[in-house]
């Protein structure tokens, strides 16, 4: 760029969510651990990829090849035209899908209620840009809140009600209050968006005593519940995990978002919505909510690659569609994170040192994250002079939620790191830890 | 269903889109041909699928596997990383898009221009989406139109006025007169979208010296054109192809969407937007209008499958980045088929048989489309008796109108079928018209 090149247009002449911090924050959090490759990152929410393997995506593809050919008894035509011409709008492996949540899940859904998206963000977009019927409509959302749903938010012209979260998960007093408020002035809440488990960012889980009166609660006011689980099947402890929304949903209240980055691979961008409501059209035919989500994606992306879908549709037939079977060794190497960054953390900052001022963490039963609560603000200079000055990236609070308070925690992810790299981390932070009080006191 | 069946929502709750002809006539025109499996389709614009192959799915992806390593010297734990975490929003496969366009087009671009999305439908989405910052805003399309950009406006709450194709591809008259009329009326029009090659529905393709008219009328307008070009690589003649817009762009008026749904697999759902154009951010710095798109794709499809991009990088490696070389066998069925229909409507509807009344049809120079024009109003209900009673579907051109005004004409597409199915559809179809006629006349 030279300082006389014309310019062609303006960010203000373009959709009002290009300016938005939903969606340059991402791109900031980008170029700074682009600036500093060698940092380690306790940012990344990336999963771990020692056991990312080529040769599984062939063997994959072929799997769901021959499950077409020998287990459907497609003839072999019409095989290689469902993986590689234009095909359903739904896509083709939500057979296998419906299969998956009712051996992992307990859910029990039609596969003609469930949509291959592109990723969960697709799933998400496209569930948001539906429930957007006009100006008065407003989503609520648990706060601190995953980015990716604020800015498909943004997109689509849907304010984001913040709901408190609370160390229960999800404030049902504020959500009703906030039902309440945002219906006294005019508008229309179209669903509330949560992660009931161990949630980006806050790494919170919701009881199942609690799901309950939550589902109770929107049934009373109702509200569709938008259910986002990337991370559900990375519990540390055994036993059975509490059921999802979906599985305890009896009136169709839940839109159950799933993604498949984080148990089988990112780089396929298959993701799912269950969408099982009943939509009836001007002409009175009734039909699921899945089939509106299906039209509005035959204008976004048409369908989702029947390739990559095949690669995911192979995993689950290797497994007999359980992913908690297919994630062992992924979900030990979690937990081991998890325990190490947690164990680091006591050691770096032992109880009562610092009273008042300490710094404090969240212990999630799973998930990828951990919240640190230190008696500063953390904003993107801070940020900025960690990965600068110690070699060290995380992800501040404060993009996480839709307001520009100050907020005095950041968020670490173990998915991406070896133990190894979490004492470099952590040793780094306590650091600049150290160094930020330091420059407070003096 | 059930007649007593609770419903959740009503479309009429949704986002308008859902109750709009742009989205639902697409399904009208699949149940349709669901619902007539037997019928010879001559609606279908899906690409050729004798020459699929899976083992070449395979061969792609470790074609650019190799390349990644060998050619761009990736160590294989950074090869296996690309292909299958998370990555760049814009893409993997831009260098190699960058020397097709080169190659094929000679069109010069920088990778970092490029955005690789979900398809060509993801790249019209994005644009619109980006285009569209308020209520004033306008997109002028050539006349008939292809109903996936009449969707994706759509989504976005975009209006699209139409500008007349005419037999020159497009009236420049009607253009400037359009854009006139919109300003008068306070609105912005934002863009023109054409496909100035064997356009989709028209077969219409510009010739030079228009084009040349036409990028200067829209410098004198300050418009951006959305050059759409998914055919322009099968004409039935040898000898040199019309410049592409954008070669023929100096001044950055043209916004670029290119496809590899038919010069590759529509199962790899892999297209991309060349978009140059410099935009200044509220900072003052200055990017190309891909890194804006870049930013809204992150919120709807994240990053387009690696795998998927692979696929399409293996086949470009390996025919020296040149689609025209990589597309003989199809472009000889192609021409084969298109030259076959002519004839064969040449056959049955000799001229000067019924005067005004005469059937009449379009001589595409490429391309997959054949307009006829017939002396009566062609309507959905008009299909659906064609492929009850005669076994032939066709698209109505209607469809291609974003009015209700009634259209005397239908789409043949010559692209996913045998001379031998041409000739039992063209049978039908002339049995279609004497019936209807005397329909019409008894």
């Not at 509330?192 to 609690?210: E, K, R």
Request: hydrophobic share 45%.
């Amino acid at each position: 760029m030279t300082a006389t090149e014309r310019v062609d247009l303006a960010v203000a002449d373009l959709h009002p969510a290009l300016g938005d911090p939903a969606l340059t924050s991402m791109n900031f959090l980008n170029e700074v651990s682009e600036r500093y490759p060698a940092a380690v990152s306790l940012a990344a929410g990336r999963p771990y990829e020692e056991f990312f393997d080529l040769a599984a995506v062939h063997r994959h593809l072929d799997t769901f090849h021959r499950h077409l050919v020998d287990d459907l008894g497609h003839r072999p035509e019409q095989a290689r035209r469902l993986l590689l011409q234009y095909g359903r709008t739904k896509g083709i492996v939500h057979h296998l899908i419906a299969r998956n949540l009712a051996v992992d899940e307990g859910i029990t859904v039609d596969g003609e209620d469930i949509v291959v998206t592109v990723g969960c963000q697709e799933a998400m977009f496209l569930v948001l840009r539906a429930l957007r019927a006009g100006p008065t409509d407003v989503l609520l959302a648990v706060a601190p809140t995953y980015v990716g749903l604020t800015g498909a938010a943004r997109l689509v012209d849907l304010p984001v009600w913040p709901v408190a979260g609370g160390p229960s998960g999800i404030d049902l007093a504020d959500l009703a209050a906030q039902v309440r408020r945002a219906r006294a002035a005019g508008l229309r809440p179209r669903a509330c968006y949560l992660m009931p488990d161990f949630a980006n960012p806050s790494g919170v889980s919701i009881d199942t005593a609690h799901r309950r009166r939550l589902l109770e609660l929107a049934g009373q006011e109702e509200l569709l519940l938008l259910e986002d689980n990337p991370y559900g099947l990375f519990p540390v402890d055994d036993g059975p995990r509490p059921p999802t929304l979906k599985a305890l949903d009896t009136a169709r209240r839940v839109v159950y978002l799933g993604s498949f980055a984080k148990t089988v691979l990112p780089g396929a961008r298959v993701g799912y919505v269950v969408a099982d409501q009943r939509v009836a059209g001007p002409d009175g035919r009734v039909g699921p909510f899945a089939d509106q989500l299906a039209m509005i994606k035959s204008m976004v992306t048409v369908n989702t690659s029947p390739i990559a879908q095949a690669v995911i549709g192979g995993r689950l037939l290797e497994h007999g569609c359980s992913l908690v079977a297919a994630n062992t060794r992924e979900r030990s190497a979690y937990t081991r994170n998890l325990r190490h960054l947690v164990a680091g953390l006591a050691r770096r900052f032992p109880p009562g040192a610092d009273g008042a001022a300490a710094v404090r963490w969240t212990v999630p039963a799973g998930g990828f994250f951990v919240v640190v609560t230190v008696p500063f603000p953390v904003d993107d200079a801070l940020l900025d002079r960690s990965a600068r000055d110690h070699g060290v990236l995380w992800t501040p609070m404060a993009h996480f939620y839709d307001d520009t308070a100050p907020v005095h925690a950041l968020r670490l992810s173990v998915s991406a790191v070896t133990p190894e790299q979490i004492d470099v981390g952590l040793d780094r932070l306590a650091a600049l830890i150290t160094d930020e009080r330091a420059r407070r006191a003096g």
